[in-house]
């Protein structure tokens, strides 16, 4: 059978090498599932599926050259056949598309179905074991509710319970200690009071969180299985079109355009043929023509409905699955819930123990008086073993002496000491407390009246009745043969104890008491009998035998004797005839004494035989019962192994289909899984390398950066100073700038004395160039010259005009901007500064101009030396002329200086902008690499970790071991740090080395960040792994191998046992060979076996057993019934062996059918005949016919009629006690059943085969059983 292949999502269909899938006959369809398709969450996209290709089917031909041309109507023909069979060829590949489509869909769908059923199975298991969790949950609850409910009841019933103080071993480890002054306290002594309260209080929340977990998972539960049946009813799969028959009708229309082209070209060339033409061609264009058209259209649209069909299936699919998939994880974290569900807490214990409490310390107090007697005992009979053992021993010395005087002549031998024996007692137990049995039943009195606690108080007593009950070593010697040996018997002789002894004594005084009575009533029936006699002589000569009926006594008594003597004393007087009679009576009175004497022994034979068969005959049915106890105990556990050998063999196969499966998984995923480590190992490598080139790169840009920041930081100083160096410049110019001011109104004043002083700087210079003008007046030699000194000063004026609107933008452009503009403040100081200066020499020219003008009004007597004056101040104007020119060439370097800077400081703070900006984005960075390498780092040590290795490091060097072989030595502790190993864990501290805070440590963390990364091989990983993945393939195909010859072996001999006939451990399937049994008045019928007794046949009316010696059967039916007779002897089912029974035959309906002991367990088989033919040998001729003669002579334990009264009263009699023995119950084997030890070693099983069961020995326990049933 070929295996199918099914992709799930898309629909392939692919059939796999039946060479390399030979292993797996039991599969025949495969669906593969891809996980980026399933997984949660969905952001995959499934790639939409094209359209078809567009189709036209184009118009049939219909040019015709000649309506009376054959050969034309054969071209017309010939073209509509092409074109029907080029349309039918496309038709087919359209066929073949929407075929393929559809199967595509329906697998998708199956796909879908399949996982939705195996997550109703997993739902369905779930729910399942939730109920049976629940309902332990529930119980759990209820006696949790009890316990919380009665706690505080239990604890002060405990303070009322008095109870001894001197049981140390009593108590919790937390027990306070105990009151020396009082020896009785109460059971809450016992109890650490402070702790169950405590534990009260936790337990309340322990158990409501337990509930509230339990309801939680039943509403998650409920939740998952809701959402499944409603994933169930929503994925329903959607009909294809009915368009099977489409390219079929396709097919027959081109045939026929075919055919009657064909028929066309047949035709003779007249008039009829050309109307019979016409007329074909005319249906050909009416009917079939636009009938194939219109298929082929249809078969066009089925395709692109196909189509959208797929698509839509695969979308609704890849939801489903996804839906799948979530429910799956819901599923195994609900499981795993379930699962871990529990308390959690052990309050609950401390307050059991409060419960508990009034039991254990009446289980102590019986413990202590078991153990005191015990105890007494042994001393007893240590002391009562030396004392016989010392007078053995002093009779063998005197024996030994005295043989020693006697043969001291001739033997050399030295008197040795007599060997004794030294009885010690050892290894005992701390002394307990003395407790009396009168204590007990105080204490458990005490609790049945006064505290209710019935239930405790009946424990307690059923306890006390155990303290007397015979140990195993006592019933033992009570019974020489039950469950012991005579051997057990002599042994257990020589040391009897007390109990046995007063048995014994009691038993031989009863003896002596019936033995005393005995004599009695034998004197009482001599007397009786011997006054009989003498009552009954005749008294003629007609003397005759007188036999009693009851024994005499051999000794007649004292009236006899006398009698006789006087008849001898009289007969010396008589005569001789008198005298042969008396002779006569002589002889016969000796005859008859000694035929009494006869009778007497014959009667006390018989009376010891009578008894001695008697207890032969209860020896013979205690035996019996023993042995047939025994061996239906066997045969139980036989059973009961047969039954579990089975469960084991079930749970091994599927183990095996499992191991199967596992390993096919295994097989499939193994290639998958190997390309997946090699390429993420590839790109590990790769990212490792690109990783550390990074950091490189990275390292030294920030080394690079910081350097630069530096620099910056202080070409920023140096602009700070320069910044600070204008301002006072620009304060300098100010200052100058008010002392020109001021200057100015000085020179107007002395100008104009009584004048106002204009407030603006521009109108003082107005008004004193109209003073001017009035001084030039007066002054005309002098005229040139002040005029030349006014065009002067105005250009004088219109520079400080321009100085000052220039110096009032500055200002102003300062205070907006006063960190970037700092640089103009010291420029513009200067330039005021210089001003100033300017406006002081001014003011000191104009104070001569006012001398002057006062001069000039007195008179020009001076003439001649205000002209020197003048002169002066021509020359000293034209100083300042040049003085000032230089002031307004150097200010405007200045303000292009200024200008400057503030270009060279605007693009300085916005480079530092965008590298603080860069070094920001390139530590984040570095932060998400280093973060990514150790998580890689952290991946690969656990996924080490995973495949069982552990990474260490060891003198330096990376080391990965097995975790098995690391944890193998016995002090791994010691060995690891004497050998220098230590397990390589990376710190995750080591990321924060971006944080530092200085420098230095910056770089102390990042190397140390570096070295930790080092640390971690990558080829050392790769090596590991590969190796880990090429040991799993070895075991894998080691695995596969074993597995594929386990299953042809398990095959071969499931086919070799299927044909041969079984002998023992019928199950239904098996060849059986069934026999006539020898009770021939049931008719039953058997199957041959050998240790497997009891499998009847139900007989039918198409096995003809009446016409047969042997029937071969196959078994199709067993049916386990187990014997009651209790039910028959009740009158239930009368005995079928009476002479009212009209039936011979057994009637399967009755509780014992094939006359079987009470408790014995029997088989019911239904089988159909295998064939007519003779049967096939089950194994050797002797074994065979060895196995017949015994199963038929015992194999179903018949009973003779003749002791069917008695047996059946014995076995009434001991029924109860043998129906509640342990031998007569099932279960499970155990340990403590193999106690019966001396009655099962009387009879060994003989030795069997490899597969036979102990079982095998059963049919000669039947034999003997069978003959034990037929009496003595």
Not at 613 to 620: G, T
């Amino acid at each position: 059978m070929s295996l199918h292949i099914y992709i799930a999502h898309t629909g392939e269909h692919f059939l796999a090498d039946p060479v390399a899938f030979a292993s797996q006959p039991s599969q025949n369809e495969i669906f593969v599932y891809d996980r980026q398709y399933v997984s949660e969450p969905g952001d995959v996209q499934f790639p939409e599926l094209p359209p078809p290709e567009p189709f036209r089917p184009g118009s049939p031909p219909a040019t015709l050259k000649d309506l009376n041309d054959l050969q034309a109507w054969r071209n017309l023909y010939m073209t509509r056949r092409n074109w029907a069979l080029d349309l039918s060829s496309r038709c087919g590949s359209i066929d073949k598309n929407l075929r393929e489509h559809n199967e595509r869909t329906d697998v998708i769908n199956r796909a879908v179905g399949v996982a939705l059923e195996n997550l109703k199975s997993h739902v369905g298991n779930l729910e399942h074991r939730f109920q049976d969790a629940q309902s332990w949950a529930n119980s759990l609850l209820e006696e949790q509710r009890a316990a919380l409910d009665g706690w505080q009841r239990a604890l002060s019933t405990l303070d009322n319970i008095p109870a001894r103080k001197d049981f140390p071993l009593l108590g919790r480890p937390s027990t306070p200690k105990m009151d020396k002054d009082r020896p009785t306290g109460t059971l809450r002594d016992f109890v650490d009071v402070g702790e169950v309260h405590r534990a009260g209080s936790e337990a309340a929340t322990a158990s409501s969180a337990f509930a509230g977990n339990v309801h939680d998972i039943e509403k998650t539960i409920g939740g998952i299985a809701s959402d499944t049946q409603r994933l169930v009813d929503e994925a329903l799969a959607s009909n294809s079109d009915g368009v099977d028959g489409l390219l079929e009708e396709v097919e027959t229309i081109a045939k026929k355009i075919g055919s009657d082209y064909e028929h066309v070209l047949g035709l003779p060339n007249n008039q009829k043929t050309l109307a019979n033409i016409s007329r074909l061609a005319l249906s050909h264009t009416q009917d079939l023509l636009p009938s194939l058209a219109e298929i082929s259209t249809e078969l066009q649209s089925a395709l692109e409905h196909a189509v959208q069909r797929r698509g839509a299936a695969e979308k609704a699919a890849i939801e489903h699955m996804r839906t799948i998939s979530s429910l799956e994880s819901r599923l195994a974290d609900a499981h795993a819930r379930m699962i871990n569900l529990d308390v959690g807490s052990n309050a609950f214990e401390i307050i059991y123990s409060v419960f508990q409490m009034p039991m254990v310390y009446g289980s102590i107090l019986i413990e202590s008086v078991r153990r005191r007697e015990w105890s007494d005992k042994i001393k007893t009979d240590s002391l009562t073993l030396a004392e016989e053992m010392a007078v053995l021993r002093d009779e063998e010395q005197r024996r030994r002496k005295k043989w020693l005087k006697n043969m001291g002549d001739f033997v050399t031998v030295t008197d040795s000491t007599t060997p004794g024996i030294e009885v010690n007692l050892q290894g005992q137990d701390e002394e307990w407390p003395e407790v009396a049995r009168k204590e007990i039943e105080y204490y458990i009195d005490d609790l049945k009246t006064t505290h209710s606690l019935t239930n405790i108080a009946e424990e307690l007593t059923q306890q006390i009745k155990e303290l007397d009950a015979p140990t195993r070593q006592q019933r033992r010697r009570a019974k020489a043969f039950k469950q012991g040996s005579v051997f057990d018997l002599s042994r257990s002789s020589i040391l009897r104890a007390d109990d046995s002894v007063r048995s014994l004594q009691e038993e031989k005084t009863k003896l002596e008491e019936r033995l005393k009575g005995s004599d009695s009533r034998v004197r009482k029936l001599e007397d009786l009998l011997h006054r009989q006699s003498q009552l009954s002589r005749p008294p003629s000569g007609n003397f005759g035998p007188d036999f009693p009926g009851s024994p005499a006594s051999p000794h007649p008594d004292a009236l006899s004797r006398r009698s006789s003597i006087s008849s001898r004393r009289v007969s010396a007087t008589q005569s001789a005839e008198d005298k042969a009679l008396i002779q006569r009576i002589v002889s016969l009175e000796a005859e008859l004494a000694a035929e009494r004497d006869a009778v007497q022994r014959l009667h006390k034979e018989a009376h010891a035989e009578r008894q001695t068969n008697s207890d032969k005959f209860q020896e013979a049915q205690s035996t019996k019962k023993d042995l047939i106890g025994n061996l239906e105990a066997r045969q139980r556990e036989f059973e009961d192994e047969r039954r579990y050998l089975d469960s084991e063999l079930k749970k091994f196969r599927l183990r095996t289909e499992e191991m199967e499966e596992e390993l096919d998984r295994l097989m499939d995923s193994r290639e998958h899984g190997r390309q997946e480590i090699d390429d993420r190992m590839h790109q590990l490598e790769v990212d490792l390398e690109n990783a550390h080139a990074n950091s490189a790169d990275d390292a030294q840009k920030i080394i690079d950066l910081n350097a630069q920041i530096q620099t910056r930081q202080e070409r920023e100083e140096a602009l700070q100073a320069k910044i600070g160096d204008f301002e006072h410049r620009q304060a300098e110019f100010e200052q100058k700038h008010q002392e020109s001011y001021q200057a100015l109104q000085a020179i107007f004043m002395n100008l104009s004395p009584g004048g106002i002083v204009p407030a603006e700087l521009p109108d003082i210079i107005k008004a004193i160039e109209v003073l001017s003008e009035g001084l030039t007046i007066h002054a005309k030699s002098t005229e040139a010259n002040a005029s030349q000194a006014i065009a002067e000063n105005k250009t004088l004026e219109e520079q400080i005009l321009r100085f000052e609107s220039e110096a009032e933008e500055r200002t102003k452009s300062f205070d907006e901007c006063k960190a970037e503009l700092s640089q103009l403040t010291v420029e513009l100081s200067g330039a005021r500064s210089k001003v100033e200066e300017l406006t002081s020499e001014l003011d000191k020219e104009r104070s001569k101009f006012s001398s002057l003008h006062s001069q000039m009004t007195a008179g020009e007597s001076g003439s001649e030396a205000l002209r020197e004056q003048i002169a002066e101040e021509e020359r000293k104007q034209a100083d300042l002329s040049r003085k000032l020119a230089e002031a307004e060439s150097e200010a405007r370097n200045l303000k292009d200086q200024a200008a400057e800077w503030e270009r060279k400081a605007g693009a300085t703070s916005e480079t530092e902008e965008q590298a603080v900006a860069r070094l920001e984005s390139r530590g984040t960075k570095s932060l998400e690499l280093s973060n990514r390498l150790f998580a890689q780092v952290e991946k690969l040590g656990r996924m080490l970790e995973q495949l069982g290795f552990t990474i260490i490091q060891q003198d330096g060097q990376l080391l990965v071991q097995r975790a098995s072989k690391l944890s193998a030595s016995s002090s791994l502790g010691e060995s690891l740090a004497q050998s220098g190993i230590v397990s390589l864990k990376p710190d995750r501290a080591l990321l924060d080395w971006m944080q530092a805070e200085s420098l230095e440590d910056e770089e102390t963390k990042f190397s140390a960040f570096m070295e930790s990364l080092a640390q971690f091989d990558v080829a050392i990983f790769g090596d590991v792994v590969v190796k880990r993945v090429k040991d799993i393939e070895v075991l894998a195909r080691k695995w596969q191998k074993e597995a594929r010859g386990y299953r042809e072996k398990y095959h071969r001999i499931q086919s070799e046992a299927h044909d041969k006939i079984a002998y023992r451990s019928f199950k239904e399937g098996d060849l059986a060979l069934f026999l006539p049994t020898r009770n021939q008045a049931i008719r039953s019928w058997a199957a041959f076996n050998v240790g497997a007794p009891h499998y009847f046949l139900r007989e039918q009316d198409s096995h003809k057993l009446q016409a047969r010696d042997w029937l071969l059967a196959r078994i199709t039916k067993i049916e386990e019934r187990v014997v009651d007779l209790s039910k028959s002897m009740n009158g239930v089912v009368p005995d079928r062996r009476s002479l009212g029974d009209a039936s011979d035959g057994a009637s399967l309906d009755d509780e014992n059918p094939f006359e079987l002991s009470d408790g014995l367990r029997w088989y019911l088989l239904e089988a159909v005949e295998e064939k007519p033919g003779a049967p096939a040998t089950p194994g050797i001729a002797k074994s065979t016919v060895a196995s017949a003669h015994v199963d038929a002579k015992g194999s179903i334990r018949l009973k003779r009629g003749t002791d069917e009264g008695a047996i059946a009263k014995t076995l009434s009699r001991s029924l109860d006690s043998r129906r509640e023995s342990s031998t007569s119950k099932r279960g499970t084997p155990t340990p403590s059943q193999h106690a019966v030890e001396s009655t099962t070693d009387l009879v060994r099983p003989a030795e069997a085969d490899a597969g036979s069961q102990p079982r095998e020995a059963a049919p000669i326990f039947d034999e003997v059983r069978r003959d034990l049933l037929s009496g003595p």
